[in-house]
């Protein structure tokens, strides 16, 4: 009998809750591939205390060369009530998409378009740096494009007391 053993690393807790955000975009996927939508709106499961969002917009991510790049798909949703806000190692996407159908209260048969608030918060496969992102929206689509935190800090000798 062969006896294997497996490294074990302690997780970062942004390491932890990306795990977490994982699993749940792989259950989310399964759910819909055998249940279909049913004409309702994605839910997240990154809710902050000051924000209750209805829906989790698409998303695209790769590598391409030196840069990352994310595609959001925010169909509808007006440029100025977008909000993305960036660190070394988390992405943030909220804002609010209007209703087709404005402040009336129509009779509604069917809908499928997502609106309301929307947030969404990811971890991402490596550092970046904050400083360095552009984003671009086009045709309801938001392009963000990352670069990597460079690794130019170099070592010095630490004075022992």
Not at 40 to 53: E, F, K, M, R, V
Not at 84 to 110: A, F, I, M, Q, R
Request: hydrophobic content about 30%.
């Amino acid at each position: 009998m062969m006896l294997v053993t497996r490294e074990r690393r302690p997780l970062r807790r942004s390491g932890l809750m990306s795990e977490f955000e994982r699993l749940h975009n792989l259950v989310d996927e399964l759910m819909n591939e055998v249940f279909g939508s049913w004409g309702t709106p994605s839910l997240t499961t990154t809710p902050t205390p000051t924000q209750n969002p209805t829906w989790l917009p698409y998303v695209n991510m790769w590598q391409s060369g030196n840069e990352l790049i994310i595609e959001f798909f925010l169909p509808g949703v007006p440029k100025d009530s977008i909000e993305l806000n960036v660190t070394e190692d988390t992405l943030t996407l909220s804002g609010k998409c209007p209703t087709p159908w404005g402040n009336n209260n129509p009779t509604v048969y069917k809908y499928e378009f997502p609106y309301g608030e929307f947030y969404r918060q990811m971890t991402l496969p490596f550092s970046v740096n904050p400083e360095k992102v552009s984003a671009k929206y086009e045709n309801g689509v938001l392009r963000v494009t990352l670069t990597p935190m460079s690794s130019t800090s170099k070592s010095h000798k630490v004075q022992i007391s």
